[in-house]
């Protein structure tokens, strides 16, 4: 995702980028160490997806933004405090672009 002045952003990449800041918008308005959680876990999936998940493997990405937006929501509740992270097997990755 590191685009620089000179490159314009896709469609896509401007949707995970924006889901990326608003996860930390909403991390904001957690308790402080919550938020330490929230953050680290939020970075720590996004850069993993970033290097594990193939760009042109439009349908993974595509779920993985709708399981990110759906997660956000269930953030974004005063209820919820806390933020867990899901590892999904690679072979499924693989598998989803056929």
């Known amino acids: 995702m590191g685009a620089s002045k000179g ?8 949707q995970v980028l924006s889901l990326y800041r608003g996860f930390l918008r909403a991390a904001r308005s957690k308790p402080a160490e919550d938020r330490r959680q929230i953050e680290s876990i939020v970075s720590a999936e996004f850069r ?13 990405i595509e779920y993985l933004l709708r399981r990110g937006k759906k ?28």
Do not use: E
């Open 7 to 14: 490159q314009k952003l896709s469609g896509m990449q401007k």
């Open 48 to 60: 993993q997806n970033s290097k594990q998940v193939d760009r042109k493997n439009f349908l993974y």
């Open 71 to 98: 997660q956000l929501d269930q953030l974004k509740s005063p209820d919820t405090i806390g933020l867990s992270s899901v590892n999904v097997s690679s072979s499924k990755k693989q598998n989803a672009d056929t």
